[in-house]
């Protein structure tokens, strides 16, 4: 006899397979699968952001808290625009005998050299002499370009790099990707007013920076560890809005 529910004679087709039917080493039921799958991902979503933010703290960790003098002079000193303080310290240290000339790299177009004589009063023949203006730079990878021209230009070997104390692990990054072996970068971080790196959870413009910059200098590390040099680096075009490298870093104005 035979049934109309889809049943045949003799045995009953249900739609699934017995348990122990199951063919040995058949696949898990895709509800299964899914599940184990899910539970993977937010495993490694989770030690990933475990790794992420250990290395944040890490990152803030080891960022300058106080500002020291170099032990020594270098050929050169280099100050990144970003904040009034980095030139004068800058110029403090060209005062200083601490190198024999100095580059402030990624000027704006606005800031003559006239202005930048005002608002160092007493340093007027040393920007006369001895400071070259660089225009052209518009991130830290034509900064860094611009200083590897400077060094070559001038003959140089070693350099005092002035920048933020946050943006210094980035500059340094850039940095050793731009020059060859031999070439000495001796940091000298400024620390500016308002981040605190043992009080930033504190202040939240704080932590948005330094997370930005975080990021921004995992970026930088990754993808030093594949382009060879950076005036041929397709992420230089990207950051420079479209434009070839060559146009984010150009010959020295003096």
Aim: glycine content about 12%.
């Amino acid at each position: 006899m035979k049934t109309r529910t889809g049943d045949v004679v003799g045995w009953s087709w249900s739609g699934e397979e017995p348990a122990g039917m199951r063919p040995a080493g058949a696949p898990a039921a895709p509800r299964s699968l899914r599940r184990r799958l899910a539970l993977g991902l937010a495993g490694a979503g989770l030690v990933g952001g475990l790794v992420l933010g250990l290395g944040f703290l890490a990152f803030v960790s080891g960022l300058a808290r106080s500002e020291r003098m170099p032990l020594g002079p270098s050929d050169g000193i280099v100050a990144l625009t970003g904040g009034a303080q980095r030139i004068e310290d800058a110029m403090d240290l060209l005062a200083g005998g601490y190198g024999r000339r100095l580059l402030i790299t990624g000027v704006n177009e606005r800031t003559s050299r006239d202005e930048i004589a005002r608002l160092n009063p007493g340093q007027q023949h040393l920007i006369a002499c001895c400071v070259d203006l660089d225009y052209r730079a518009r991130n830290t990878i034509g900064n860094a370009i611009e200083i590897r021209r400077w060094m070559r230009e001038n003959g140089f070997r070693s350099v005092a790099v002035v920048t933020s104390n946050y943006h210094m692990p980035r500059t340094l990054v850039e940095l050793d990707h731009a020059l060859a072996e031999g070439h000495r970068v001796i940091p000298h971080p400024v620390v500016p007013e308002g981040i605190d790196p043992g009080q930033w959870w504190r202040h939240p413009a704080a932590v948005r920076l330094l997370a930005s910059e975080y990021v921004k200098f995992l970026v930088a590390w990754i993808r030093t560890r594949f382009e060879t040099d950076p005036e041929h680096s397709s992420a230089a075009v990207l950051v420079s809005r479209g434009h070839p490298v060559k146009m984010v870093a150009e010959p020295l104005v003096r």
